[in-house]
Structures are given as structure tokens and as C-alpha cells.
């Protein structure tokens, strides 16, 4: 799931992750997402900070509340200087990337990584 305000910037990323061959649900902000994660168990959790409506940083705590969508990896995708408190808020998420110096490449092995992960993970607590 990529959860992201800048349409660009979501639609960019939809096309990368397509162009691997997964499945890719939308959200522009916190809210939607969360409305998604009612009925669709997403592998992976792309994730901007800074949105209207509801923010990365009070989604990551109704995530993390909410016993089923815990063991979701989640990536950080950010434009922020993060501060030193900013960055305890986002312990827990696997990775942070700033949007103007990632490296796409990098970025699509985290991903394949953490998916696998968490398909072992699922596999070995059925």
C-alpha cells in the first residue's frame, strides 16, 4: 500500500511497484489507509509523514495499536529533516528514505526483502 498526498509522487511510485508485478492499493492521507486496512491485509506499507487530514506519524500509532496490522513492515518515505524526537516517533518502521536522495533501485530491494520476510514469518506462524 503507498500511502502518499502528492498525486505524482503516488502515481510514480503505483508504477514502479506494478512494473514488479505486485498488486498496489492507494491512500492520499492516514485516514484512507487505515479505511483500506479494514478489508485488505497489504505485504508492505509505503508511508509519508507529512499529509493532511491524518499524518504518517498518527497512523504509524493506530497501526501499531491495532494487534493485526503490527507485524505490517512499514518504509518511510519522507521529505522532512527528521528531528531526534521525530525519529524515536518512527522506531519500529524498517526502513526511512528522504525522497529527494533515494535510490530507486535500493529502494526496490527493501522492499523484495521485507516482503519476503514477512511471507516466511506468516508462513511459519500458520
Known amino acids: 500500500m ?14 514502479v511497484l506494478k512494473n514488479q508485478g505486485w498488486q498496489v492499493f492507494k491512500a492520499e492521507n492516514g485516514q484512507v489507509a487505515l479505511n483500506h486496512l479494514n478489508h485488505k491485509s497489504p505485504a508492505l506499507i509505503l508511508l509519508d509523514l507529512m499529509m493532511p487530514i491524518m499524518d504518517g506519524f498518527e497512523f504509524l500509532t493506530h497501526l501499531r495499536a491495532h494487534e493485526n496490522w503490527r507485524s505490517i513492515p512499514v518504509v518511510v518515505l519522507t521529505s522532512l529533516p527528521l528531528t531526534a524526537e521525530e525519529e524515536a516517533r518512527l522506531q519500529g518502521v524498517e526502513t526511512i528514505f528522504q525522497k529527494a536522495s533515494y535510490n530507486q533501485d535500493e529502494l526496490l530491494l527493501q522492499i523484495h526483502q521485507l516482503i519476503s520476510q514477512a511471507k516466511t514469518s506468516n508462513e511459519v506462524a500458520s
Open 2 to 15: 503507498i500511502v502518499e498526498d502528492d498525486v505524482v509522487i503516488r502515481e510514480m511510485m503505483t508504477d
